[in-house]
């Protein structure tokens, strides 16, 4: 199980981290790259609002990817199946990568951009696609801290993204085009090390109705001692579903009977995507510089975000299975609320007293640690747990979906919130993390040990009311 959590992390959210980080070290150098090729193609200068929006399309082309790998992920699951999606995923993440690496020697920028593009795609089906599998291999005894691999993958792809980024590395003037190419080591390792695994036995005998390669694949996962409590738990699912087919994602807005389970990921994803982390990353290197730490040595000192975002992944895959997933989550909502009225207080008053600057940087690491012991890494778990098997890849692609828009639109918008309300734009996050934190507590049972239709039970009552 471990190792399976491994093959489909290292082409999956790994790639969506990754990705989301590498894209920070050569800005510089593809500034320049860009000024080269327009001033060697038309024989003038770039004007610096063209070169300001040619870059703004290369970093948020990522996320217009995105959005398109999240509503087919989920269709891909279906079709191909949860190990045959990630295995075709692959190939979409190599494709970018050579069109990326030889943008620089060809001279052509446009390759920059649907490298990008094409690399969002196949992020976008990974985060959709890794959780489903992840979901439906575990026990539930395990589920929680196997499904936390989405999240371990997907911080360790930024931290290592931070890592390689470095100009001592590949973030360098004349490594940068390999920089950006070098995301088809991960597709190339998945593509080695995932078809020794097997197929999703909830996918092989609910969707395929395929027992005997369900029953060979959980012995593999769960030993053949204690695969037949696996096997019963699935058949008593498939059973409940009468052969129901696989819903499509607008069917799912219409069923009442997940009504409460749908709007539980909208917002639990939207809140997610908007909850100031965004905005803790925009004023690291603001309030590291306040600290008294030097332009140079910054990168090395972002570094430990990443270390922070990745330790609580780890730490928070540790307890999901014995505190539960409602403790967590809710928890770190209400410490990214404490820590938002930190930061508002000691960046108002900054310039007053020499330690205050510290106290800023402590309130970063803090919410990073908040985050990622929570809302980070149970968001993406709790979606695997609230649908039953016909549900559920639908769900993940509306998920994904809202992810991905929240994602682009908090971009799009975050330097006007910030530029309006300086550091009181902490305050709007306050407010966000409240909601969703009361919103969990009244909504969302614990799923903590309970099978998909036990979980399905528990909201009966908020979905049909008392009868």
């Known amino acids: 199980l471990f190792l399976a959590v491994c093959a489909v992390g290292i082409g999956g959210t790994f790639q969506y981290g990754y990705n989301v980080s590498i894209i920070n070290a050569p800005t510089q150098h593809i500034h320049k790259f860009l000024n080269e090729t ?66 620089f020697p060809t001279g052509l920028f446009e390759l920059l951009i649907a490298g990008r593009f094409l690399i969002g795609i196949n992020s976008g089906i990974g985060i959709c696609v890794q959780p489903l599998y992840i979901g439906e291999v575990a026990p539930k005894h395990l589920r929680g801290g196997l499904a936390m ?79 037949r ?19 499509k994602p607008w069917q799912l807005f219409i069923d009442r009977g997940v009504r409460w389970q749908l709007i539980t990921v909208i917002v639990m994803t939207m809140g997610q995507q908007l909850s100031g982390i965004n905005a803790i990353y925009f004023y690291a290197t603001y309030i590291f510089e306040q600290a008294g730490i030097s332009a ?15 330790l609580t992944a780890l730490s928070c895959g540790l307890l999901i299975d014995y505190v539960g997933r409602r403790y967590l989550i809710i928890g770190g909502y209400l410490l990214m609320t404490l820590w938002c009225t930190v930061l508002t207080f000691s960046l108002t008053y900054q310039e007053l007293y020499s330690w205050v600057p510290y106290v800023s940087m402590m309130s970063i690491f803090a919410f990073i640690l908040s985050f990622g012991l929570g809302p980070g890494g149970i968001t993406n778990t709790l979606t695997a747990e609230l649908f039953v ?26 330097p006007f919130i910030v530029n309006g309300l300086k550091q009181y734009c902490f305050l709007v996050f306050l407010l966000e993390c409240s909601f969703v934190a009361a919103f969990i507590f009244l909504v969302i049972p614990e799923t903590k040990n ?15 009311g008392r009868n």
């Open 38 to 103: 327009w001033t060697s193609r038309y024989h003038k200068e770039l004007n610096p609002d063209l070169l300001t929006f040619l870059w703004s399309v290369i970093a948020s082309i990522f996320s217009l990817g995105g959005l398109c790998g999240a509503l087919i992920g989920g269709s891909m699951a279906i079709r191909l199946g949860r190990k045959g999606a990630l295995l075709m995923n692959n190939i979409i993440a190599i494709l970018a990568s050579i069109l990326m690496g030889i943008s």
């Open 149 to 227: 691999g989405t999240s371990i993958f997907l911080t360790g792809g930024i931290l290592t993204g931070q890592i390689i980024g470095l100009r001592e590395l590949l973030g360098g003037e004349k490594y940068w085009p390999l920089l950006l190419s070098s995301s088809c080591v991960p597709a190339f390792a998945q593509l080695l090390f995932l078809p020794w695994f097997p197929e999703s036995p909830r996918y092989l005998l609910i969707d395929r109705g395929d027992e005997l390669s369900c029953a060979k694949a959980l012995k593999r996962f769960h030993g053949s001692s204690e695969y």
């Open 229 to 247: 409590r696996e096997m019963e738990d699935i058949q008593r699912e498939c059973f409940a579903l009468d052969g129901e087919k696989p819903k």
């Open 296 to 310: 140079e040595k910054i990168p090395y000192v972002t570094l430990g975000t990443g270390a922070c975002e990745c």
């Open 389 to 414: 098997q016909s549900s559920r890849p639908a769900a993940y692609m509306i998920g994904g979906t809202v992810s991905w828009i929240s994602f682009f639109t908090i971009g799009m918008l975050f």
């Open 450 to 464: 309970k099978s998909f239709l036990e979980i399905k039970k528990e909201f009966h009552k908020l979905n049909f």
